[in-house]
């Protein structure tokens, strides 16, 4: 049977972006899976600790170490993984912060980045590979090559190397200029922030379109 696993990580509420493209992401992935299930996990509503000094020891020291600490910590690891591990297709939701990832988002990967569990302790490879990891990523402004500030978007550069390790390879599709509507400096690029969300939409309306017949 296959599994989506869906997450989101704004702040915003009903005015996010990238949730209105996750939303749409699973609604699609739904009507072209119709016997799949989904989990969903809210990394802006309900974000996962930091790790801390015990949950950083908890991915070095051997379980028979653990106190209870270390086994809290790694318990959660556990769960995170598995939920990828269930997984065949993972819709992630990516706001722009401050030119970054959200720090949700960053305490996830974290959590991921476990040998014995995403990583082969011995042979380094990564051991959730294979699964379809679709990000939607959302961005206030225009980063784009050739505007005033590209290059600062650091957070989809940062994800494929942050995950690398783990077999993981995302693709992205990105919606920018979000901010246009609200922002009065902004007035005159709403129509190129329409037409980016136009473009996200459509890419994301087919992404498990079926593959058309060989005549």
């Given at each position: 049977?296959?599994?989506?696993?869906?997450?989101?990580?704004?702040?915003?509420?009903?005015?996010?972006?990238?949730?209105?493209?996750?939303?749409?992401?699973?609604?699609?992935?739904?009507?072209?899976?119709?016997?799949?299930?989904?989990?969903?996990?809210?990394?802006?509503?309900?974000?996962?600790?930091?790790?801390?000094?015990?949950?950083?020891?908890?991915?070095?020291l051997?379980?028979?170490?653990?106190?209870?600490?270390?086994?809290?910590?790694?318990?959660l690891?556990?769960?995170?993984?598995?939920?990828?591990?269930?997984?065949?297709t993972?819709?992630?939701?990516?706001?722009?912060?401050?030119?970054?990832a959200?720090?949700?988002?960053?305490?996830?990967?974290?959590?991921?980045?476990?040998?014995?569990?995403?990583?082969?302790?011995?042979?380094?490879?990564?051991?959730?590979?294979?699964?379809?990891?679709?990000?939607?990523?959302s961005?206030?402004?225009?980063?784009a090559?050739?505007t005033?500030?590209?290059?600062?978007?650091?957070?989809?550069?940062?994800?494929?190397?942050?995950?690398?390790?783990?077999?993981?390879?995302?693709?992205?599709?990105?919606?920018?200029?979000?901010?246009?509507?609200?922002?009065?400096?902004?007035a005159?690029?709403?129509?190129?922030?329409?037409?980016?969300?136009?473009?996200?939409?459509?890419?994301?309306?087919?992404?498990?379109?079926?593959?058309?017949?060989?005549?």
């Amino acid at each position: 049977m296959t599994h989506l696993l869906h997450v989101d990580s704004s702040i915003r509420g009903d005015a996010s972006v990238s949730r209105k493209l996750t939303a749409r992401a699973a609604a699609v992935w739904r009507t072209a899976h119709p016997g799949g299930t989904v989990t969903y996990r809210d990394l802006g509503h309900d974000p996962l600790p930091h790790l801390d000094a015990a949950g950083g020891l908890a991915r070095i020291l051997p379980r028979d170490q653990h106190t209870a600490a270390h086994a809290e910590s790694w318990a959660l690891t556990e769960e995170l993984v598995s939920e990828i591990k269930e997984a065949d297709t993972i819709v992630l939701g990516l706001p722009l912060y401050n030119f970054g990832a959200p720090s949700s988002v960053k305490a996830w990967v974290d959590y991921l980045i476990a040998p014995g569990l995403s990583i082969d302790p011995e042979t380094h490879a990564g051991l959730l590979g294979g699964r379809d990891f679709v990000v939607l990523a959302s961005r206030g402004g225009g980063y784009a090559e050739g505007t005033p500030r590209e290059g600062w978007d650091h957070a989809e550069p940062w994800l494929p190397h942050a995950i690398l390790s783990t077999g993981l390879e995302p693709r992205f599709i990105t919606a920018e200029l979000t901010l246009a509507e609200v922002t009065p400096a902004m007035a005159g690029l709403i129509p190129l922030a329409a037409k980016s969300l136009a473009a996200a939409e459509q890419a994301i309306d087919g992404l498990w379109a079926p593959a058309p017949a060989l005549g």
